[in-house]
């Protein structure tokens, strides 16, 4: 099975220039904890609700002045729409990520797999709770 006829197709993002507000304003619109961070339909970085919390909100800084670019995670790990399902998940394990954009050919954001889709969409138990259970464990 290819990640394509699983991932999660029509993704939200955000972009650079967006204040941590704006990001944290649609997570919490879409009930999400992470965005891929997009310059036009390429993905630049990964912003998450901790990032946010962490980096800014910890500093003492306030989430008006504060751009996505400051905060984000700008080394993103993607996986290609064709890579098999169990690859993906490998990805996700070894690198302890719980979603992974989905990249088309030209390199643009066709998607997101999450450990949701893993646990949903592939009917797969087993490779969804071993890909939890080493996301989860602590570095």
């Known amino acids: 099975m290819r990640v394509s006829e699983v991932m999660t197709r029509h993704v939200e993002s955000v972009g650079p220039e967006a204040t941590l507000q704006e990001a944290a304003a649609k997570m919490k619109s879409l009930e999400i904890g992470s965005l891929p961070v997009c310059e036009g339909d390429r993905p630049v970085g990964m912003i998450t609700d901790r990032d946010i919390t962490v980096r800014a909100t910890a500093e003492g800084e306030g989430p008006i002045n504060i751009h996505v670019r400051d905060v984000m ?20 394990q070894d690198r302890q990520i ?13 998607g997101i797999i999450s450990l949701g889709d893993l646990a949903v969409e592939t009917g797969d138990d087993e490779l ?12």
């Open 98 to 110: 719980r979603r992974l954009p989905v990249l088309d050919r030209d390199g643009r954001l066709a």
């Open 128 to 139: 969804a709770g071993t890909t939890l259970e080493a996301v989860s464990e602590p570095d």
């Open 73 to 92: 995670t700008p080394e993103i790990v993607t996986c290609d729409a064709d890579t098999l399902v169990e690859n993906a998940a490998l990805l996700m």
